[in-house]
């Protein structure tokens, strides 16, 4: 079992940056792959981004490639999503995940946090 838990969501003006961590509990964190989502009003829940249990090579979606990066620190247990040039079509509810296997989709994901709150004032 795992428990996640987000942090970091808060109102920010376009062009500006925020960072998102997502703490885990448990002995295993390192086996999981996490992924950051996100679910804007009235819209499906769209995979953001997935970097591996070992901390390698990560994967974003192309609508925020180049301006979010996603680390982790496994001796922490966090999971970090860095947002950069945000504009106001990234908000957002964002999540944390963490999956056994690997993938975008979110049903590849066993785990979820309760999301956090982004929101990109023009």
């Known amino acids: 079992q795992v428990q996640l838990v987000e942090s970091g969501g808060v109102l920010v003006q376009a062009g500006g940056s925020l960072r998102l961590s997502c703490a885990a509990s448990g002995r295993t964190f390192s086996s999981y792959t996490m992924g950051w989502f996100r679910q804007a009003p009235g819209k499906e829940r769209e995979f953001v981004g997935r970097i591996p249990g070992s901390g390698g090579s990560t994967y974003v979606a192309d609508s925020v490639k180049g301006r979010f990066t996603i680390s982790r620190d496994n001796a922490k247990n966090t999971v970090d999503l860095q947002m950069n040039s945000l504009n106001p079509e990234d908000t957002a509810d964002y999540y944390c995940?963490?999956?056994?296997?690997?993938?975008?989709?979110?049903?590849?994901?066993?785990?979820w946090g309760q999301g956090t709150q982004v929101t990109v004032s023009s």
């Open positions: 995940a963490a999956s056994r296997s690997y993938g975008s989709s979110a049903y590849r994901y066993d785990y």
